[in-house]
């Protein structure tokens, strides 16, 4: 397991944009797969963009065209570019490692505790 810690949460006017990072305890050279994962309020926490070790990426159709995650092995960092934002795309997010399966999926053995974005109409 690896300590993962997000930043750069915070409240921003609807089609504007946030960078969220996520710094790992550790190397995350290793890491099969990284995500970002959001959770609303009376909602299911979903899986929103995922990265491989080999930089193979996964969106939700929610988000595709409008987010980008990458990663940065040598800082430990993982990353989550959000642009055109909606007021839908208010939620808690969550960064996490893991496990890749098949196209679209993570099992998450790390969580971090979470940032809040909040997008106002």
């Known amino acids: 397991q690896v300590q993962l810690v997000e930043s750069g949460g915070g409240l921003v006017q609807a089609g504007g944009s946030l960078r969220l990072s996520c710094a790992a305890s550790?190397?995350?050279?290793?890491?099969?797969?990284m995500g970002w994962y959001r959770q609303a309020p009376g909602k299911e926490r979903e899986l929103v963009a995922r990265i491989s070790s080999a930089g193979n990426t996964y969106y939700a159709d929610s988000v595709k065209g409008r987010f980008s995650i990458s990663r940065d092995n040598a800082k430990n960092t993982l990353y989550l570019q959000m642009t055109s934002l909606k007021p839908e795309d208010t939620a808690m997010y969550y960064c996490?490692?893991?496990?890749?399966?098949?196209?679209?999926?993570?099992?998450?053995?790390?969580w971090g505790r979470g940032t809040q974005v909040t997008v106002s109409s």
């Open positions: 550790r190397s995350i050279f290793g890491i099969n797969a």
């Open positions: 996490a490692a893991g496990i890749r399966v098949g196209t679209s999926s993570l099992v998450v053995d790390s």
